[in-house]
């Protein structure tokens, strides 16, 4: 109770920097992309056909809700991902909030491993794909666990591979760990106190 709101307060306030530093850097490159002179074709109509200005395009008034979809689609554009033991057998990946997001952030959906594949996200090891993404070798295939899509919907940028790597053997990381240092927080002296009081 007023323990546990006392943590969230210092963990919110351990993590604030870095925190501002990402929102920062998200609203600069929210009002680049909306103040920079973009244009859309007519033709177009819609956000995918922005061009820089030329003599068949339309001029643009700056435009936050224009520029969102824009800068959130860049995150995994030259991403092709294919899943595996994250939906259930027979899921239908247009309803499914995961396939969902990747279309969302840029990147291609694919049901099954092909040669353009550059992800497996995967949250199991006892899969026929994930065994023949190990055994490929050109080209290689980043094998990921979903923390990785959660870190790309967090931030809306590509997160290191090398940081949600499925290990080979063992335990699984944990999949909301979004980057952000774990704050070691230092309770008052009051509510160290406390549960030695009760027992």
């Keep these: 109770s007023g323990t546990t ?5 210092a963990a919110a306030v351990a993590n604030s920097d870095e925190q501002l530093e990402a929102l920062w850097a998200t609203l600069a490159a ?7 002179g973009e244009t859309m074709t007519e033709e177009s109509g819609a956000v995918g056909g922005l061009q820089k200005a030329n003599n068949q395009a339309t001029t643009m008034e700056p435009s936050v809700p224009r520029a969102l979809p824009a800068i959130r689609r860049a995150a995994l554009r030259d991403c092709v991902v294919c899943l595996s033991g994250v939906l259930h057998a027979g899921a239908n990946l247009e ?3 995961v396939p969902w997001w990747l279309h ?3 990147a291609t959906v694919e049901l099954k491993l092909g040669p353009n594949t550059t992800h497996l996200v995967t949250a ?3 899969t026929e794909k994930y065994h023949m ?5 050109e080209p290689p295939i980043f094998i990921v666990h979903p923390g990785w899509v959660l870190q790309a919907v967090a931030s809306w940028k590509r997160p290191s591979e090398s940081k949600f790597v499925v290990p080979c053997e063992g335990d699984w990381p944990c999949f909301l ?9 230092d309770l008052p002296q009051q509510q160290q106190q406390q549960p030695q009081q009760q027992k």
């Design 95 to 97: 309803r499914h909030a």
């Design 177 to 185: 760990t979004l980057g952000l240092a774990t704050p070691q927080v």
């Design 124 to 126: 199991r090891r006892d």
């Design 30 to 36: 929210i009002h680049g992309e909306a103040f920079r």
């Design 5 to 9: 709101a006392t943590i969230a307060a």
């Design 133 to 137: 993404a190990l055994r490929q070798k």
């Design 104 to 106: 969302a952030l840029g």
